[in-house]
């Protein structure tokens, strides 16, 4: 069988349009522009018609920008050895000091991202810390809390001492956040009621989708 080729999309758009470069004659025209001769679904809805301003690169280039610019945010610790005195079994926000940085449809306060853009979007966020306990051995949880209220997103971590007194851990999850909504870090002593020292804090979130 002979093999058949698929539509002539720059010749077509060239007669179409203006003889010139391709580039310059594809983009988003207005309902009732005619729609690329031969293209697959073009006869179908108002989008790929037939445009001889602008610049096909430039569209292309907003569009990547776009996705470039997915909301997201980042929160770093500022400051070192931040005691937060805890309570056995009793979830407490961490203490530590942190600035913001690339923020995109956030704001930051400490250990804070608040997402500001008006529709709800899922986030892949993401925690590190570094805690410490100089007085006895500690296990501990670390968890997200959105809008003060827990999610099933933790890690459980153990501190011992004689054999490491600190002890680096991350959390990972996917969180859906709508406008005004904050993700923090929270830690939990479910061991002793002593205090235990955050030495490093990240927290990000991306949106994926």
């Given at each position: 069988m002979a093999a058949t080729s698929g539509?002539?999309?720059?010749?077509?758009?060239?007669?179409?349009?203006?003889?010139?470069?391709?580039?310059?004659?594809?983009a988003f025209g207005t309902p009732g522009t005619k729609a690329i001769p031969g293209y697959p679904g073009a006869e179908a809805h108002d989008t790929g018609k037939i445009?001889?301003?602008?610049?096909?690169?430039?569209?292309?280039?907003?569009k990547l920008g776009d996705e470039i610019?997915?909301?997201?945010?980042?929160?770093?610790?500022?400051?070192?050895?931040?005691?937060t005195?805890?309570?056995?079994?009793?979830?407490?926000?961490?203490?530590?000091?942190?600035?913001?940085?690339?923020?995109?449809?956030?704001?930051?306060?400490?250990?804070?991202l608040t997402y500001t853009g008006a529709r709800t979007r899922t986030f892949l966020v993401l925690g590190n810390t570094t805690v410490g306990s100089a007085s006895s051995p500690s296990h501990y949880r670390i968890s997200f809390y959105v809008?003060?209220?827990?999610?099933?997103?933790?890690?459980l971590c153990n501190i011992q001492i004689g054999f490491d007194i600190t002890h680096t851990t991350s959390v990972v999850g996917l969180i859906s956040l709508g406008q005004n909504d904050y993700v923090e870090l929270w830690i939990e002593d479910i061991a002793n009621s002593q205090s235990l020292v955050v030495s490093y804090l990240q927290l990000v979130a991306v949106e994926i989708r």
């Open positions: 539509p002539n999309v720059k010749a077509d758009v060239q007669a179409a349009g203006d003889a010139g470069d391709v580039n310059k004659q594809i445009w001889t301003s602008g610049n096909f690169e430039d569209v292309f280039l907003s610019d997915r909301a997201h945010g980042a929160a770093y610790a500022t400051a070192s050895g931040t005691s005195a805890l309570v056995v079994a009793t979830p407490k926000k961490i203490a530590t000091p942190t600035i913001g940085a690339s923020l995109v449809e956030f704001t930051h306060a400490n250990n804070r809008n003060g209220n827990p999610t099933t997103w933790q890690a």
